[in-house]
């Protein structure tokens, strides 16, 4: 198991879409970071609070980007027809599908690894300019979220390309349903007074483990029902990919 995750991670240094995504994550961390900075008065800077919400700021975009890379990590196999070399090396479908969840885990928390020190040394050095000190336990705790956050986000992409195994179909799809249909979903639940449904569909769950609002789940709870789709995902993953006949 070891060596076929040290061989997926090693597939994922040749690959340019992990680059792209990369260069991106890091070229918008460090803008929405000094944006946040530059566009607050110097009063709300020294709360606390301002600095959770730097460190917060950035893990809603890189969740995102790690979900879209969890799926291509998965669906690259079917787009371009390695899937028939990589059940070789690894016959036992449902270890393939771990290997994959393993490696979507990996590259969501490295892609917000990444974006945390841009975000921190950007932070540090800017505030250090304006004489505002370091709220090091509200830093850690916005910290620690984040990198849960992009984490999840990873291993719930993978889910979803394993489920789909088209390329299009996933990343479109995904897109659709976060930035499309769950809005209509929750307009239509709110007609209904049903509000509360609203915040168990997956984006918001998702959301919710960045943040959580006093009116939504709790943040411990929103991250139970990510963890609760991202296991519903896995297991048509690997229904899915069982099925999948690949001659």
């Known amino acids: 198991m070891s060596r076929l995750f040290a ?14 995504f990369w260069i991106l994550g890091l070229l918008f961390a460090g803008l929405v970071t000094a ?24 893990a ?3 969740s995102i980007l790690a979900l879209l890379m969890g799926i291509v990590l998965v669906t690259n196999e079917f787009r371009h027809g390695t899937i028939a070399r990589s059940l070789l090396a690894t016959p036992r479908r449902p270890r393939f599908v771990a290997v994959k969840l393993l490696a979507g885990a990996a590259v969501g928390a490295a892609l917000m690894l990444g974006m945390l020190i841009v975000i921190v040394a950007t932070a540090v050095i800017w505030l250090g300019i304006l004489d505002v000190p370091l709220a090091f336990g509200e830093g850690l705790d916005g910290f620690g979220r984040a990198l849960l956050v992009a984490t ?40 209904l007074d049903l509000d509360g449904v609203a915040e168990y569909l997956p984006a918001a769950a998702l959301g919710g483990t960045v943040d959580s609002t006093a009116e939504g789940l709790s943040w411990a ?20 990919t069982n099925r999948r006949d690949v001659t």
């Open 7 to 20: 061989a997926e991670l090693l597939k994922l240094t040749t690959l340019r879409f992990t680059w792209g």
């Open 35 to 58: 944006g946040n900075i530059g566009g607050t008065g110097s009063g709300d800077r020294l709360d606390p609070e301002f600095q959770f919400r730097i460190m917060l700021d950035g």
């Open 60 to 62: 809603l975009p890189a």
């Open 152 to 191: 999840l986000a990873g291993i719930f992409g993978a889910a979803i390309g394993g489920a789909v195994h088209s390329q299009v179909a996933a990343l479109v799809g995904a897109l659709v349903w976060m930035f499309v249909l769950e809005p209509i979903c929750w307009v239509i639940l709110g007609l």
């Open 221 to 240: 709870r929103s991250v139970g029902v990510t963890v609760a789709w991202a296991g519903v995902a896995t297991v048509l993953a690997v229904v899915r």
